[in-house]
């Protein structure tokens, strides 16, 4: 990479970039309140000269709350102060979050009235700051600010923006640093797949500190407008769409299927979508099929990971149209490269399965005092994604789940989301989780979990012998475990180990088993 590398647009100028288009524009609604992109800067360097006032230079800034204006206000605000900002999920919990900030160790950590019973009591030193309480508030802390003069920080592209950490569905989460560099080419990359524009109004209802950060620049670049909602309630999410105009949206799989089983739902309930993205979790293509029948060709997709923020690939409506691709995520974005490795670390050829690997802008430079860890997630300059997938002759990705969670099974290699994209095609089956348990004879057998639409029975010897025409007798389930739904993380992913101790409980005890 080179260090004079140019952008369109760095990560502490999106907002200024909206100024300019037009600064009486509307920048965010949240609720009855709206905020142009001029009200939105001058509280925001206000704020930044609160933070300046109190913290030095090399501070971390903790950020938990819910997709509000404060939220969005304190963010670009941690950007154009130049601090690091981390962002702490308030759906993660006490505990989780105390190992967090026990990692980052942040000299400040703001929150909302909404979400301070999600921080531990002991926060390890760091102050605390309300952003909406009636006596501690952005407005109050920036008051002695407002109308002072501003600089913005100029950053290089290799400073440090931010500490995002993973998801933890396979364990302890690591502290991911993404650089300036790394966010500026996210930008760019949605810019060049999504093509906003100062019309757009993205609906930011997954959570602000995960994936639906990375929408807040790119449409402020461009003189867009956010429309902040916190809850993920799909009538509200309909009233959105129906008459805020909602142009974009950012939402896992899960709530696209909450959305969908709203009563006489179609595409006339979205006038002005454009993209409908899911990621953060695979989408079957029965599940995608379904949401073409309904809303017609307006859903897209992105891959990426925290390592590899949201754009290692990305497709749009017009080629997730064909079924051919209903089971792909794209090729790679514009500042991406992906190759398929095999455990020596060579590339394969086209339609040979490997790790999916990839390098690039978008890849971040190491973990967070972790140095043993940063070694083994590279290969060379390839960032090992822990992925299993391949490319075809055209370039487009198939993923085919997570090297971890590949099953053995009698010396076959099974792939759950093989198993998986069969067996949700199945009318009274709403979810599933494949996974290999124990076993002295096969080595590993594969189960699955299921959620059953409105508790219906469902023939399992029937199910096991379409599973065999298609899948053969290897990879079919032996057990099928009925729950009543998946467990997952705080951003919508589901937790196989979760999912594994539930079964080897209804195992032991033989409960659930159909």
Known sequence: MSPNQQFPNMPADCLYAGLAIAPNATAAIEGDQEITYQELTDRVEAFALALRDQLTQDD?????????????????????????????????????????????????????????????????????????????????????????????????????????????????????????RNVAAVIDNMQNVFQFTKSDRNLAVAPLTHGGSHYILPLLAVGGCHLLQSSPDPEKILTALRQEKASVSFMPPTLIYKLLDQPDISAE??????????????????RIQQVQ??????????????????????????????????????????HSEVAILDAAGNSVDPGESGEVAVRGSIVMPRYFDAP?????????????????????????LFLKGRSKELIISGGFNVYPAEVENILIQHPDISECAVVGIEDDYWGERVEAAICVLDNKDIDIDQLQNSLKAQLGPVKTPKVFHRLAQLPRNPVGKVVRRDILKLIEQANTSEENQL
């Not at 006038?271 to 029965?286: E, F, G, I, K």
């Not at 891959?303 to 079924?323: F, H, N, R, S």
Request: with cysteine; hydrophobic share 40%; glycine share 8%.
């Open 372 to 396: 043993e860890k940063t070694t083994e997630a590279f290969q060379g300059d390839w960032l090992l994604t822990g992925d299993v997938g391949y490319l075809n002759e055209q370039n487009y």
């Open 269 to 286: 309930d979205f006038p002005h979508l454009r993209h409908l993205t899911y990621s953060a979790a695979p989408m079957p293509p029965a």
């Open 60 to 180: 971390k800034v903790a950020l938990c709350a819910l997709n509000n204006l404060e939220h969005l206000t304190a963010f670009l605000a941690i950007l154009a102060a130049g601090f690091t900002w981390i962002p702490i999920n308030p759906k993660n919990g006490k505990a989780l979050n105390q190992q967090l900030l026990e990692v980052a160790k942040p000299a400040l950590i703001l929150v909302d009235l909404e979400s301070k019973n999600t921080l531990p009591d002991n926060t390890h030193g760091a102050r605390t700051w309300l952003l909406n309480d009636s006596s501690e508030s952005i407005s109050s802390l920036s008051a002695p600010f407002v109308g002072r003069a501003f600089d913005k920080v100029a950053p290089k592209l290799d400073d440090i923006m931010g500490i995002k950490f993973t998801g933890g569905t396979t364990g302890t989460p690591k502290g991911v640093i993404q650089t300036h």
């Open 293 to 334: 029948r309904i809303i017609g060709d307006r859903i897209s997709t992105v891959y990426g990971q925290t390592e590899a923020p949201m754009t290692i690939t990305a497709m749009g409506p017009k080629d997730l149209a064909k079924p051919e691709l209903h089971a792909s995520v794209g090729k790679a974005c514009l």
